[in-house]
């Protein structure tokens, strides 16, 4: 199994851009997270979908951030207008039971 | 506020003694919790976990102990190896259906030769 698949990598923006983040689960998991890691806060839970269905987005920021899972392969969290303080490394995580698997993140600089 | 805590940010370890991870929670609600380790530019992977209704969970040389009265988990690691240097979070999920889990801040461990 390939694990849980993120693009890019790494971005590098300036303030006021767009920023996509994509995110390919695990087959057959049915539940789907995305996180945000900073210094200051750790690792924090900005939403989570179940069966694709946004369950909770309690931690989402702000309204500059969204986030979508048009199907169970796919999800993507879009911040518009990005700011400095966006800066961090954004997980995605997916599971079937408790346990969950990360895909390798992704580290993005709003300049 | 907080619910789930990693005291030492930090913790440096002889290769081959046993290192101990502790944390600490405050959601009583919460039963079933897990450690997770992550190695830079890498995402967290799932090392270990234990169910409230267990105070012992063992799985080669990793071990975690559960002492609800206390709300205190610990990863004890026998032997340490310099493979083990990685950050170590905590985290704990609350009862039902809800697959929400609410992680500490981790702690970097690091094994010296």
């Known amino acids: 199994d390939a694990g849980v698949i993120q693009s890019p990598r790494h971005e590098v923006t300036e303030m006021g851009q767009e920023v996509t983040l994509r995110c390919k689960p695990i087959?057959?998991?049915?539940?789907l997270f995305w996180y945000r890691q900073t210094m200051m806060r750790g690792l924090e839970l900005l939403i989570y979908?179940?069966?694709?269905?946004?369950?909770?987005d309690s931690g989402m920021p702000e309204d500059r951030f969204s986030a979508k899972m048009p199907n169970a392969s796919f999800s993507t969290l879009k911040i518009q207008p990005s700011e400095p303080r966006d800066s961090a490394v954004y997980f995605c995580?997916?599971?079937?039971?408790?346990?969950?698997?990360f895909g390798p993140g992704t580290r993005l600089t709003v300049l | 506020d907080q619910q789930v805590k990693q005291n030492s940010p930090s913790l440096s370890v002889q290769e081959g003694r046993i290192s101990i991870l502790n944390c600490d929670y405050t959601?009583?609600?919460?039963?079933?919790f897990l450690w997770y380790k992550k190695y830079p530019a890498e995402g967290p992977t799932f090392l270990i976990s234990?169910?409230?209704?267990?105070d012992k969970n063992e799985d080669g040389r990793f071990t975690v102990f559960l002492n609800k009265s206390a709300k205190h988990l610990s990863l004890h690691i026998v032997p340490s190896q310099p493979g083990d240097s990685a950050v170590y979070f905590c985290?704990?999920?609350?009862?039902?259906?809800?697959?929400?889990?609410?992680f500490g801040k981790g702690t970097l461990l690091t094994v010296n030769p």
């Open positions: 995580a997916s599971s079937l039971v408790t346990e969950q698997f």
């Open positions: 087959s057959g998991h049915n539940s």
């Open positions: 979908f179940n069966n694709n269905v946004p369950i909770d």
């Open positions: 959601n009583s609600m919460f039963d079933y």
């Open positions: 234990i169910s409230s209704i267990k």
């Open positions: 985290a704990a999920r609350s009862g039902g259906s809800n697959y929400k889990l609410t």
